[in-house]
């Protein structure tokens, strides 16, 4: 529970992995580089510290880490929360306060707190990256259009008066090089998918602007030069007064690190087949933190753009990821000198597509057709994530889904007499549908989930799921005891569907009650599926699958509709 995956990995490393894992580290440190310094300067700091960060802080999260294949760093989640700190307590408040969150992940992994993040409800966290995408753009707005603004307010409303208020001081070319970024971006990712689209984006319009002399602003007229070097150890002055008043914002750092890391790391399970080890991932998040800013940098945690980019790149173990750190030291020896001839328009293009992948808009929309209650949690979440503070919106989110699941499930509870059953009256014990009464055809699997499907019996459903050796033919979800979904179930639901159409296998339902169904036609979930995958019973899902597994050895994928 408490060993790196860096330690159990190496027992078995070999020369192909070896080989798979340079290539890995060695695409995603290219593509780490012009995210790296985009979100240093988002978050108002010189972009040498968010490399610092990427290096030091991505070198721990692999080495030290509980994934087979995450890659840490800053991220954009962490651009709102930075900012916000920097404004109120300056860099050493920041400094401390991320010191404080390290202490804090450590805890949390050391008293095995890693296994609770599954009970923070899909609501709320599609609604609270969604807000932090919304809240991203808006910092991007004013280099992306070259607006002449002294001061931009750091609250949402203020900001985007201000910036309304100034459009008129709009500058064309800057606006150009920055939606050109953003084509370039989008373009490379369209046709050529494996190539490192922000890094060209980048030097496309860098080239531009230094070949045609365009006066714009770069990295080098706001910032300065770039170190050649990584900074030596120090530690940040503070007061030991300001402590208590920098204990919400290190909460706030440490809870967004653990959800992010997590999150992360379950994406790259599902893209691999693994497991990673919750525990001391968030230990070795802690550890990376505190390191972190030891030589200059910033927050960091799982970064799921980039993990996902090294799992596609074949990365087989966390030797990849500490690769992807040395790649960029290496980059931040070669590059410096050049860097501050960087648009800055062109960091805000590219962070403007980040935000644009990170918004979960399909989710957000699947989310607001699912059950009021869901869709209510997550416009809430998403509005005080955006108008007030992410820590308020999990919190609020958290507990207001709770409460709404009890209220849920006080209304389908229901009291049934068993005198009978008490007297012994086995005749009416037995259940006539019990699995074990039927003939289940050959490469059809069946399992089935008792009580209320909610986001916090996920974990177990998966589980269950993992158990699966290869993909069967048929696989049947028998949901007759579930009396109600929620949005987390749905979400989880929808992503078997669509793996088992990637795996060739039919996904069939039994025994579906009216919340649930309701609930899944206004997903979409009876529509990807097909009304027929939703059976009343077992005895007409057993028959139906008996009907695909014969279409399919008659040759057919799908069955006849």
Not at 76 to 91: D, R, Y
Not at 314 to 319: C, E, F, S
Not at 435 to 444: F, Y
Request: proline share 6%; aromatic share 8%; glycine share 8%.
């Amino acid at each position: 529970m408490f060993t790196p995956k860096l330690v159990s990995e190496l027992k078995t490393y070999s020369k192909d992995k070896a080989v798979a894992d340079l290539f890995a580290g060695l695409t995603v440190g290219v593509v780490a580089l012009p995210l790296a310094m985009a979100f240093a300067i988002a978050s108002g700091l010189p972009p040498e510290r968010g490399l610092y960060t990427a290096i030091v802080a991505g070198f721990l999260i692999s080495a030290l880490g509980g994934s087979k294949v995450q890659i840490g760093g800053p991220t954009g989640a962490f651009v709102v929360i930075v900012s916000a700190i920097l404004l109120e307590h300056g860099t050493a408040g920041l400094a401390v306060a991320t010191l404080m969150a390290g202490v804090m992940l450590i805890l949390f992994g050391a008293f095995k707190f890693g296994g609770l993040i599954k009970f923070i409800p899909f609501p709320v966290t599609t609604g609270f990256t969604t807000g932090i995408a919304v809240v991203i753009f808006s910092t991007q707005v004013r280099d992306l259009f070259g607006l002449d603004i002294e001061h931009v307010p750091a609250e949402f409303i203020p900001k985007w008066r201000a910036l309304v208020g100034h459009f008129s001081t709009l500058d064309a070319t800057t606006t150009l090089l920055g939606l050109s970024t953003i084509v370039i971006v989008v373009v490379c990712r369209t046709y050529w998918p494996k190539l490192p689209a922000m890094l060209i984006g980048m030097l496309a319009t860098t080239t531009v602007a230094v070949a045609f002399d365009l006066n714009v602003a770069t990295i080098g007229s706001r910032f300065g030069e770039l170190p050649r070097s990584l900074p030596g150890l120090s530690m940040p002055d503070f007061a030991w007064d300001q402590l208590p008043k920098l204990v919400n914002p290190a909460f706030t750092i440490a809870l967004l690190a653990a959800i992010e890391s997590l999150l992360s790391a379950t994406v790259a399970d599902g893209m691999i087949g693994g497991r990673h080890r919750p525990n001391i991932e968030l230990i070795g998040q802690g550890v990376a933190n505190i390191a972190s800013v030891l030589f200059g940098g910033i927050p960091a945690t799982g970064a799921i753009a980039r993990t996902a980019t090294n799992v596609k790149s074949g990365a087989r173990t966390p030797v990849a990821g500490m690769i992807h750190a040395l790649v960029l030291l290496i980059l931040l020896l070669l590059v410096g000198p050049w860097a501050k001839l960087i648009p800055l328009s062109a960091l805000a293009g590219i962070l403007v597509v980040v935000a644009y992948n990170m918004s979960e808009r399909h989710h957000f929309v699947a989310m607001l057709r699912g059950p009021r209650s869901d869709a209510f949690v997550l416009v809430l979440t998403f509005m005080l994530t955006v108008l007030v503070d992410l820590t308020v919106a999990v919190e609020v989110g958290v507990v207001l889904a709770s409460l709404l699941f009890i209220r849920r499930m006080a209304e389908i509870s229901h009291v049934n007499m068993i005198t009978r059953e008490l007297r012994g009256d086995q005749s009416f014990v037995e259940d006539p549908q019990a699995l074990a009464l039927k003939e289940v055809p050959p490469d059809v699997e069946v399992f089935e989930v008792n009580g209320p499907f909610f986001f916090g019996m996920i974990d177990t459903f998966k589980n269950a799921m993992r158990t699966i050796e290869k993909p069967p033919r048929v696989l049947i979800v028998r949901i007759r005891n579930v009396p109600a979904v929620d949005g987390t179930a749905i979400h989880v639901l929808t992503e078997l569907a669509h793996r088992c159409q990637r795996d060739h296998t039919h996904l069939v339902f039994s025994g579906v009650h009216a919340q649930p169904l309701k609930a899944f036609t206004k997903a979409g979930l009876v529509s990807l599926l097909g009304p027929d995958h939703f059976k009343e019973d077992i005895d007409e899902a057993l028959a139906f699958s008996k009907v695909l597994v014969q279409h399919i050895e008659d040759g057919q994928k799908r069955p006849l509709r």
